[in-house]
């Protein structure tokens, strides 16, 4: 059974970091694309980033490219949100999820999903 646990989230203001980290067990990790999304309140969850097999490539929404940045340490069984200068908009339950195939940016492409942490960010 693959489990993915969520840590780093918490209250923060608009302009500081964050990072996320997720840790994966089960499976074989270096054998899944891993990808974060988040929801906020009253909206749909979002895709946020995603990061290849090897950890060589990797995508961001518009929102977040150039402020975000995933990584991964398969020796770690990890993968990572890096969020710099954060806004109020980005406050949301963040999840990281695993998928099987080599590219996934939709969530009905990821097979398993953490629980969440939650970001709030204040202005």
């Known amino acids: 059974q693959v489990q993915l646990v969520e840590f780093g989230g918490g209250l923060v203001q608009a302009g500081d970091s964050l990072r996320l980290s997720c840790i994966v067990n089960?499976?074989?990790?270096?054998?899944?694309?891993m990808g974060w999304f988040r929801q906020a309140p009253g909206k749909e969850r979002e895709f946020v980033a995603i990061?290849?097999?090897?950890?060589?490539?990797?995508y961001y929404r518009d929102s977040v490219r150039g402020r975000f940045t995933i990584s991964r340490d398969n020796d770690r069984n990890a993968v990572y949100l890096q969020m710099n200068s954060l806004n109020p908009d980005d406050t949301a339950v963040y999840y990281c999820?695993?998928?099987?195939?080599?590219?996934?940016?939709?969530?009905?492409?990821?097979?398993?999903w953490g629980r969440g942490t939650q970001v709030t960010v204040s202005s």
């Open positions: 999820a695993a998928s099987k195939i080599l590219w996934a940016v939709r969530g009905d492409e990821y097979d398993y």
């Open positions: 089960g499976g074989t990790f270096s054998s899944y694309a």
């Open positions: 990061t290849s097999r090897s950890g060589s490539s990797t």
